[in-house]
């Protein structure tokens, strides 16, 4: 099992900004290694996240987006208390969700 | 006992039934929920022509109210590039990520429902100084505006 998301949520106004930092290594399949063995493509192909069962941002990655990746946005409504929960799927069919309160 | 061998013969059939659908790719066991959703041929895609067709964008037209927020004009390192894009265009949908000279064009596609802006951010690999291009579908049409970031030491075989 993967390491937990830090997911930070913030209500500014009438939208809440979430900033999210996953841990994941996102290999490319392009690496090889210290034998010149292909290491093979490990990253994290879809990410969901919902507030109150609404979903507010879905995404497909492919194998460029950094390591560890990082992802912010904003999505209109969402009040203080409330729970954003982030969803990621990877290549292997591993999946972690991890949520945050709305500070 | 005739019996109980037909049961076992039967039980035998089904499984290699089960593992040859398994081995062409008819049944994966655990992405197949991620696999419904990803976009197999546009992340697949090695020119800007074929990702844009497996994203159904056909050739999007230029539009300067698509932004790059946060993103440099140098990158020191690829492996960790900031990206931002913000999209001013009415009824945006949908955000991609495509960065020119990588092995894989495709970097990242945001489904934006309404009530989300149109504005994220994100880092990317980048293998080689090249044009990031942000692909924009509002109202169903496609858009798109392009960025170079120069990059100094490459992210990917590094």
């Known amino acids: 099992m993967a390491d937990p998301m830090r997911i930070r949520a913030t209500a500014a106004g009438d939208s809440t900004e979430v900033k999210v930092l996953m841990s994941h290594e996102m290999e490319t399949g392009q690496r090889k290694d210290a034998q010149g063995k292909v290491v093979p493509a490990w990253f994290i192909q879809s990410v969901t996240a919902t507030c109150n069962g609404r979903t507010v941002l879905s995404a497909q990655w492919g194998t460029a987006v950094a390591k560890n990746p990082f992802l912010a946005f904003r999505f209109k409504g969402g009040a203080k208390g409330e729970r954003v929960q982030i969803t990621w799927a990877d290549n292997r069919g591993d999946t972690r969700t991890d949520e945050a309160v709305i500070s | ?158």
């Open chain 2, 1 to 158: 006992m005739n019996e109980r061998r037909r049961n076992f013969l039967q039980t035998g059939g089904g499984m290699t039934l089960l593992t040859m659908l398994a081995a062409t790719g008819w049944l994966r066991p655990h992405d197949a929920a991620a696999a419904d959703a990803w976009n197999v041929a546009a992340f697949d895609g090695k020119s800007m022509d074929d990702t844009m067709r497996a994203l159904g964008a056909g050739t999007p037209v230029p539009n300067s109210a698509i932004t790059f927020t946060q993103t440099p004009d140098i990158a020191e390192n690829g492996a960790v590039v900031p990206v931002g894009i913000a999209s001013a265009i009415p009824n945006t949908q949908s955000i991609a990520i495509l960065i020119e000279k990588n092995p894989n064009m495709l970097a990242a596609v945001f489904d934006l429902p309404a009530g989300t802006d149109p504005s994220i951010s994100t880092r990317v690999k980048m293998a080689q100084t090249s044009n990031i291009v942000a692909l924009v579908k509002a109202d169903g049409k496609y858009y798109y505006a392009a960025k170079e970031v120069k990059v100094t030491l490459g992210g990917c075989g590094g």
